[in-house]
């Protein structure tokens, strides 16, 4: 039996995809009989938790990175615990260069036999450096730990390939875990629409300025269409009659709700952000049955193109831009596809499925 323990230092809170990720990895790891402890910040807004999840780091500092040196006493812990474990494995989804670097000091001081499994959520472009100081201190873990005991991983066949090439390793793809089997009966006429911009993080590299310009159009749409959008996004987005601001942490079941009521969820990712990077909305999309309108160039065009569904793939600089995602929602011949394009996505993109792959990982 593994013995595997996560180090998350960006969780806060149950926004965004490390909180569902950490369950689903969870499930997984019990069916396959393993410990699965996640270690979290201190801080940590999260409460009434099992004995599992241990708040015992310091939480990940963004504007001065440097300060993330900070959680060397306490990594030092975590390693000293890896080190009397039976099987252990550290596993590593949200990790910079500083983390790994402590990583590799831990490693150094404690000597722990035990697996590292890292996954790459990036391309190495957009590494520090390109990656190169990545591919040095892996090296030296390599060295320490055996190069059959570190193990390169991602969610993106797009990652896997680029990575692959640079890193000179073979990464293992894994499924999207974190999903709902809940699918919407077919499309109904309506003369209203629903626009949703889901999650609580309105960043700029998921399409914000591209969401504001929908705003602005519709101003004149005489209540055709709504526009859902996160209160976080409230001091950017001009409020109109035709735009309806979410609170910005919906629990499991309001956005589950959400999901299934929208007519079309509104992904306007940057390309320059999401070329490789995976989507879990947009997989919890397809996996409901709703149609998602993405931007060219990304992960999830590269998608949509197996499953013949090049329509979704947006110019959100478009003059007809309103227009073109109203046709969106009208296509009952975009709807079969996309349940199509779910059977197969449900297949792959399930709990049991990942189970099955990290075993595989694991042998």
């Not at 073979?170 to 709902?180: A, E, G, Q, R, Y």
Request: charged share 30%; glycine share 4%.
């Amino acid at each position: 039996m593994l013995t595997i323990y996560s180090i998350i230092p960006s969780l806060k809170n149950n926004e965004g995809h490390q909180y569902e990720y950490n369950i689903a990895f969870t499930k997984a790891a019990n069916l396959n009989d393993w410990k699965y402890i996640k270690i979290i910040p201190k801080k940590c807004s999260l409460d009434n938790l099992e004995s599992d999840w241990q708040k015992s780091i310091f939480g990940m500092e963004t504007k001065n990175k440097i300060k993330n040196l900070k959680n060397f006493i306490p990594f030092l812990k975590v390693f000293r615990k890896i080190k009397k474990s039976k099987n252990p494995v550290l596993f590593a989804e949200d990790f910079t260069i500083i983390i790994l670097f402590l990583f590799l000091i831990c490693i150094l001081l404690v000597r722990p036999k035990m697996q590292l499994w890292l996954l790459f959520r990036f391309e190495h472009d957009v590494m520090i450096k390109k990656g190169k100081p990545y591919s040095y201190i892996l090296y030296f873990i390599e060295m320490i730990l055996g190069k059959k005991n570190v193990k390169y991983l991602t969610d993106s066949e797009l990652v896997a390939k680029r990575n692959g090439s640079f890193f000179k390793r073979d990464f293992k793809v894994l499924p999207i875990p974190h999903t709902n089997s809940i699918i919407r009966s077919a499309i109904q006429k309506k003369d209203h629409y629903s626009f949703w911009w889901p999650g609580g993080l309105t960043r700029k590299e998921k399409g914000l300025f591209r969401i504001k310009r929908l705003a602005s159009l519709l101003k004149d749409a005489n209540n055709k269409v709504t526009l859902e959008v996160a209160k976080s996004a409230q001091n950017t987005i001009a409020l109109n009659n035709n735009v309806r601001f979410l609170p910005n942490n919906l629990t499991r079941e309001e956005y589950n709700e959400k999901m299934l009521n929208t007519d079309l969820l509104l992904l306007p990712y940057i390309e320059k952000s999401y070329g490789y990077r995976t989507s879990g909305i947009f997989v919890e999309a397809i996996v409901a049955g709703i149609t998602p309108a993405i931007s060219k160039d990304t992960w999830m065009a590269n998608e949509l193109k197996k499953y013949d569904l090049e329509e979704l793939i947006v110019d959100w600089e478009s003059a007809d831009l309103l227009k073109n995602l109203l046709k969106l929602c009208d296509s009952s011949k975009i709807k079969e596809k996309i349940i199509a394009m779910r059977r197969k996505y449900l297949d792959i993109h399930n709990v049991d499925n990942f189970a099955k792959k990290l075993k595989d990982i694991s042998l």
